[in-house]
């Protein structure tokens, strides 16, 4: 009997996007990814279907970080940021002509941010048009996620905020993918019976939690979490597997902590005077390039420099020992009478991003696991499901992916401050929605969409997982507030009926995602 892997990643970035600044420091957020990232797990899955490599992988794209991909604004900016890095690699291929070491660093980032543009410019700076090639080829599953990464347990108090949430986000997922969004990740995995109702209502047939709701579900799963479990209400949960997720994604535990892989915190923007690095651009300040020359090699020591082909052979030699571990892991469980299949949820930004040589494992991996067709097999939760369409019932816990498993890092008493205005604006939006529900004329649909949209960017899990954790953090409690006195402003003209429709254009053409924002969904 066959044992199965899911890898299920979630990319998501909060919606940045500033045209009123010609620069803007946050929106560096969106242009690393992409060269980390994105493009990189996109060149992967390329390759791995041209030499004709059977996988399938699943990936959650959320409705903020699709509309900053489709953005040409963004664009724009983002081939204006590759142009800059370009430019400095050539500048680095200069100043360390006479060290050998780092000039051979120097001449890599080169070759590779050189290697990003080609490919973006060649996939027409559409990221979005070649997920949904490899969709169509079969070898990988797209699913939906709420409108802005809103902490959906939080927002239940209000039953229309939370249903908007998940509305908004599927109905995004269709004008994006043109089909139904079977599967669902609820931001954070963050899951509270309330929610199912809402899921159901847009006909969303499987989600993931994490291992603890399984471990806590009542009654326990017979199968652990090794196979998914429906609710009562007829969806198909999937757990979370803690043991193969720790070897990836642990800094300390797991291979992301190799001495030999690059150092993420030590970066050229740190090292070297503003004026050099980024001597063509107007914010002087002291940032992240991507261009980072030494490696983790210890707590305690000094960083040495980074060396690609060790770092290879390590991320090859991770990959190798993964497998490994899923075929033992997997070993007992095939003796049993079900298919097991193992579930892992990583967020796609540790690839590349955070952990250099991610995408360089992954493709290892699977280029591994197909030589063992009889003892593990790639899926996806929705092709399982399809497969093995009877499971138990159970009733999961509450709980999500964050820290102590519930809700704490978004209810800490550094951002707890939040959730009262998030409470206070989602009342005053069904209120406007009920008061206008048949009488909306042309400018009060658009101040009425855009006060759903202040409400949504006010909702996002990012601001207050920012604040937590101290990164970011005062661009965090700034977005929050301009969304509140935002919102505020729209809904007090709205009670009046006196739009200023000089202040309604500057929101719309400042936060332009959700064009056709369905507000009557907070009736």
Known sequence: MSGFLALVLHAHLPFVRHPEHDEFFEED?????????????LAMMLRL???GVPFKLTIGLTPPLCAMLDDELLRARYRRHLARTIRLAERELERTRDDPAAHGLARFYHQTFSEIRRLYEAWSCDLLGVFRELRTAGVLEIIAS????GLLPLLTSTPAAARAQIRVGCEAYRQTFHDEPIGFWLPECAYALELEKFLQEQNVRWFILDAHAFALAKPKPRRAVYAPCFTSGG???FARDPVSSREVWSAEAGYPGDRVYREFYRDLGFDLPADYVFADSSLKIPRFTGLKYHRITSRAAEKELYQRTPAEGAAR???EHFLASRLHQLEPLRALDFEPIITMPFDAELFGHWWYEGPLFLEHFIRQAAAHPDALQLTTPGAYLAQ???????????SSWGEKGYLNVWLDQSNAWIQPHLHAAARRMTEM???YEKTAGAQTERALRQLARELLLMQASDWPFLIKNGTAARYAERRITTHVEQFTKLYEQLKSGRIDEAFLSD???RDNLFPNLAWRSYL
């Open 317 to 319: 030699a991770h990959a």
């Open 388 to 398: 093995h369409p009877t499971q138990e019932v159970i009733a999961p816990a509450a």
């Open 146 to 149: 709420a409108a802005s990464h």
């Open 29 to 41: 957020w969106l242009f690393e990814a992409i060269s980390e990232t994105y493009i990189p797990l």
């Open 433 to 435: 929605a009920r008061a």
């Open 49 to 51: 279907r041209h030499d």
């Open 235 to 237: 969806l198909a949960a």
């Open 507 to 509: 929101c719309e053409t």
